[in-house]
């Protein structure tokens, strides 16, 4: 399943080489709760291998979009059982340049005055 989000970034992790074939590099963004700013959601993702370079071009306090994967996996140990969960990130997309894209807001006091003279037949 895939799955999307908009955030501001708020912390962008260095890459992290965990072995000689696996390498990861962890963001967290900020979601705005529009009821109330003081529960605003606190996401951890993760970019494994080539997408840790997604970051790259990516500042602190810019607004993404975030396309994304659930992981979970089941670890036991000593007869107990765990299981963890990973948001992995797979794309990221700057906010930016969709906001250049919207229509402009409409202002009545722009609008060129109607012609005075109607030539309607009726």
Do not use: H
């Amino acid at each position: 399943m895939n799955f999307e989000i908009n955030g501001k970034v708020i912390l962008k992790d260095d890459t992290q080489q965990i072995s000689d074939r696996f390498k990861k590099r962890e963001f967290v963004i900020e979601v705005e709760n529009e009821r109330n700013s003081d529960w605003n959601d606190f996401i951890k993702f993760q970019l494994t291998q080539d997408r840790c370079d997604l970051l790259e071009t990516v500042s602190v306090n810019e607004e993404i979009k975030v396309s994304f994967n659930i992981k979970g996996r089941k670890w036991e140990k000593d007869g107990k059982v765990n299981y963890f969960s990973n948001l992995e990130a797979w794309r990221i997309e700057k906010m930016q340049a969709a906001k250049a894209a919207e229509m402009p807001e409409f202002n009545a006091n722009e609008m060129p005055p109607a012609p005075e003279e109607d030539d309607l037949p009726f």
